[in-house]
């Protein structure tokens, strides 16, 4: 070990702190037992490593699959260093319409400044100045110096696929272009999103740098220190926003940097820097919609048959027994004098299942995993005994199936909407014409037998069938035009759910006429 430490002036750090599981490190990590836990002497060396390591501290923080809450609740707090590394010949590239730069933040592969432009405050992220993260050398000396830990406490964070994850990770907070696309798309944000992402500054563009407009507000970490009540509605909108994010425009953060949210005047969430995103496939929006519902909502058995879907590749019903086995065998972690929301409990438990049976899992869902159970640390810091993704997530519902709705309504499948209202509207009125005919030739028979008859069954079922259908169809129309009309999101909630009820109703009122 000292003849390796001295090959990899790095490697000592690891045995400064008692990480690795040599005989050599055991003696110093007893004596080291009494001053700091072992989480804690994690989180400094990855802190004295510096570079990559600190980066991969950041990505560590929220991976409940991977290590325990302790581990997770010190890698929050790892330090980075906020010297800038941007070159003079960046900036000056810039041009002299751009001044008042000021450090924003430390983005794992890019540089955030803040700068005035033409007058107006903008962001400017510069990208390349952490080139050397991504050379050979520098990845391999990575890769083995984190092999140490292969033997402790830590050893799945040392595993190859977490490793080549975190390389994906990387790669995705680096692609400028991604992000550039991304935000340009984010101009046709639907009506109502609670929230508020910026505009591209078209004259301030390059390959090596991204510019948009800064926002202004006040920051949300100021808000999560006052408890109770401003720091849970302020929580509580953190989170709607999250789930909007995910569910409603099919992107998760992959960051989650609490310090990075603004709490804007009229109530919505927007960003000091735009965080990096990771696309939810479509071919999977509609399993991950139910998973997200089913798990807030306890149901196990749908939740993990969607995750099993989405990880399960060609074998989707073994998976789901693989992961029903898994979860049946795991063991709840302890946490102490902390409180943690049933949803995320939840989505924790499928993780970890997950991650010890050897499944495949979309980039889009670990990242979504490690969201989730980074609100739930924060849900815990300012001690509500409610569940906040449980009260957001139905407002966010509610978007999503106006969305869909007002889809349906657009120019381009107007035609198929009036062609299957039009369609509705003909089974109806042949229904009426059987009971109006139906109820005609009732009425003969009574004049032409005077005899006392039983009524009819089917006669009688169609009338009711009749009236039933007409109030049903009436209250589909009238939920339909508050739900596009109502400004109020109770309004709006109670519209929807009303129209999905009546929708349904009007389908079995008329199949029971038949």
């Known amino acids: 070990m000292v003849e390796q430490a001295s090959q990899n002036p790095g490697a000592s750090v690891w045995i400064k702190y008692g990480l690795t599981g040599s005989a050599l490190s055991r003696g110093t990590e007893a004596a080291l037992t009494d001053a700091s836990p072992r989480e804690t002497r994690f989180r400094r060396a990855l802190e004295e490593r510096g570079g990559i390591f600190t980066i991969f501290g ?89 092999h140490v830990l292969a033997d402790g406490p830590e050893s799945l964070v040392a595993t190859p696929t977490v490793l080549d994850r975190f390389g994906d990770w ?137 995750l099993s879907r989405m990880s399960g590749g060609g074998k989707p019903y073994a998976a789901e027994q693989v992961l029903l086995r898994n979860l049946s065998g795991l063991r709840p972690e302890l946490k102490v004098h902390v409180t943690t929301p049933g949803s995320v409990t939840g989505f924790e438990n499928y993780w970890r299942a997950h991650a010890a049976s050897g499944l495949n899992l979309p980039v889009f869902l670990e990242l979504f995993h490690r969201q989730m159970t980074l609100l739930g640390q924060q849900h815990s810091e ?43 509207s003909m089974a109806t009125l042949r229904q009426l014409g059987l009971s109006l005919e139906q109820l005609r030739d009732n009425e003969l028979a009574v004049v032409l037998d005077p005899q006392e008859t039983a009524p009819d069954e089917v006669s009688l079922r169609r009338q009711t069938g009749f009236v039933r259908s007409g109030i049903a169809l009436g209250v589909l129309v009238l939920s339909s035009f508050l739900a596009f009309s109502l400004k109020s999101k109770v309004g709006e909630i109670i519209a929807v759910a009303v129209l999905l009820i009546s929708a349904a109703a009007l389908s079995f009122f008329i199949s029971r006429m038949d």
């Open 58 to 146: 950041r990505f560590l923080c929220g991976r409940a699959d991977l290590l325990p809450s302790p581990y997770l609740l010190q890698l929050r707090a790892i330090r980075t260093r906020h010297e800038s590394r941007a070159s003079e010949l960046s900036l000056r590239d810039l041009g002299s319409s751009v001044s008042d730069f000021h450090l924003i933040r430390m983005a794992p592969c890019s540089e955030v400044y803040g700068a005035t432009y033409e007058g107006r405050r903008v962001v400017i992220e510069l990208y390349g100045a952490d080139a050397s993260v991504f050379s050979e050398p520098a990845w391999a000396l990575f890769r083995r110096e984190i």
């Open 170 to 306: 990387l790669r995705l907070q680096s692609d400028l272009d991604r992000k550039r696309a991304i935000l340009g798309n984010l101009g046709d944000v639907p009506s109502g999103s609670i929230s508020r992402y910026p505009a591209l500054v078209p004259g301030l563009q390059s390959d090596r740098w991204l510019s948009y407009e800064a926002m202004t507000g006040r920051l949300l970490e100021d808000d999560l220190r006052l408890r109770p009540n401003p720091a849970r509605r302020s929580l509580q909108r953190l989170t709607e926003s999250l789930l909007e994010q995910c569910l409603l425009l099919s992107m998760v953060d992959a960051d989650l940097e609490i310090g990075n949210f603004l709490m804007l005047d009229d109530g919505s969430i927007g960003f000091r820097a735009l965080p990096a995103f990771a696309p939810v496939p479509v071919e999977w929006h509609y399993e991950f919609l139910q998973y997200v519902a089913s798990t807030v909502a306890g149901e196990t058995p749908r939740a993990i048959r969607m």
């Open 382 to 424: 300012i001690g509500t005994s409610a569940d906040l993704i449980e009260e957001s997530l139905w407002p966010v519902l509610a978007r999503v199936l106006k969305l869909r709705f007002s889809e349906m309504l657009t120019v381009d499948k107007g035609r198929e909407w009036m062609f299957g209202t039009g369609l509705l």
